[in-house]
């Protein structure tokens, strides 16, 4: 079996356009191929009908900060595998810090 190829995600925000978007693919969408699954929450398909990102719209509507993005992993060898400059290993290291300090 082949052994999938890393691609890295990509999160936009366009706080002029009051929008976000999650890239999950370097595969360009197809005009027309994008579907509406909720009010403001567009998924933008290529031509193989794969998912290749995420817009959403109406970020201040819905209480989302643009200028506040978090990451989150499921543990720490999941963030042990991300570059030095990504945020998710020091979100990571806080959220243990702040648990181990609550916890005494």
């Known amino acids: 079996m082949e052994e999938p190829i890393a691609a890295s995600m990509k999160v936009t925000i366009d706080r002029f356009a009051d929008a976000a978007k999650i890239r999950l693919s370097s595969e360009s969408a197809v005009p027309g191929a994008s579907r509406e699954l909720a009010p403001g929450v567009l998924f933008d398909f290529d031509e193989n009908g794969e998912l290749v990102s995420i817009e959403v ?3 201040k509507r819905r209480g989302i900060d643009p200028r506040r993005v978090e990451v989150e992993t499921s543990g ?7 570059s030095d400059d990504h945020p998710a290993p020091r979100a990571l290291a806080r959220i243990l810090t702040d648990d181990s300090t609550t916890r005494q």
Do not use: S
């Open 76 to 82: 720490r060898e999941d963030a042990d595998e991300l």
């Open 57 to 59: 719209l109406g970020l």
